[in-house]
């Protein structure tokens, strides 16, 4: 059974850091691309990220280029996303994907507040 | 970015009624590959999105074949055939033939 289980969310201070976790299992990991996608309080859902499945390559949404970063360890079967400098308007339910979108986590809340 | 416009963005259905959604694309979704990367999602209160379709008109595993999508170019349709009380939530596009990945604004399916 594929699972993909996010942590590391939390309330955090505008201008905070915050590094998410995503452990995937029930499939081959490293042979797969992976993404983060969020969902803002009562909107929809926005892209944000994605890795290839040997780090390779990496793509941003333009919100959060330069202040957040994909990277993967394969050896641990696990997505992260760093987030550096976060604002209001990254509070959001976090998700990860695998790239093929059939299979999402259960998600993983980062609030953004002073 | 493309922007994929959904409509209706509220849909109000009985049990057993048949409903469609468009999704409409600023571009086109064919890929150079000889693929179109348009998916459908359901997002169901309080839970994770679940992909419904892929590649325009493959259902996915374990989706119900009331559910069929359709469409090319820059023109979708998802059709539920005979709604049920548990496919209420809300219905998302989404397209990855051009970077970004972007997704429609939502459909949110209610029951009567």
């Known amino acids: 059974e594929v699972q993909l289980v996010e942590s590391g969310g939390g309330l955090v201070k505008p201008g905070s850091s915050l590094k998410l976790s995503c452990v995937a299992s029930g499939f081959t990991f490293s042979s797969y691309g992976m993404h983060w996608i969020r969902q803002a309080p009562k909107k929809g859902l926005e892209w944000i990220a994605l890795?290839?499945?040997?780090?390779?390559?990496?793509y941003y949404a333009d919100s959060v280029k330069g202040r957040f970063t994909i990277s993967r360890d394969n050896s641990k079967n696990t997505l992260y996303l760093e987030m550096n400098s976060l604002r209001s308007e990254d509070t959001a339910m976090y998700y990860c994907?695998?790239?093929?979108?059939?299979?999402w986590g259960q998600g993983v809340m980062v609030t953004v507040s002073s | 970015d493309v922007v994929l416009t959904q409509t209706p963005s509220i849909l109000s259905a009985t049990i057993g009624q048949s409903v469609s959604i468009s999704c409409r694309s600023s571009q086109s979704l064919l890929d150079s590959d000889g693929n179109t990367y348009l998916y459908w999602f359901l997002q169901r209160p309080g839970q994770s999105p679940q992909r419904l379709i892929y590649l325009v008109s493959n259902l996915g595993s374990g989706v119900p074949n009331r559910f069929s999508g359709s469409g090319s170019g820059t023109d979708f349709t998802l059709k539920i055939s005979g709604v049920e009380a548990e496919d209420l939530g809300v219905y998302y596009c989404?397209?990855?033939?051009?970077?970004?990945?972007?997704f429609g604004s939502g459909t949110k399916l209610e029951i009567k």
């Open positions: 890795i290839y499945y040997d780090s390779s390559n990496k």
């Open positions: 994907s695998i790239g093929s979108v059939d299979y």
């Open positions: 989404m397209q990855a033939t051009h970077a970004p990945p972007t």
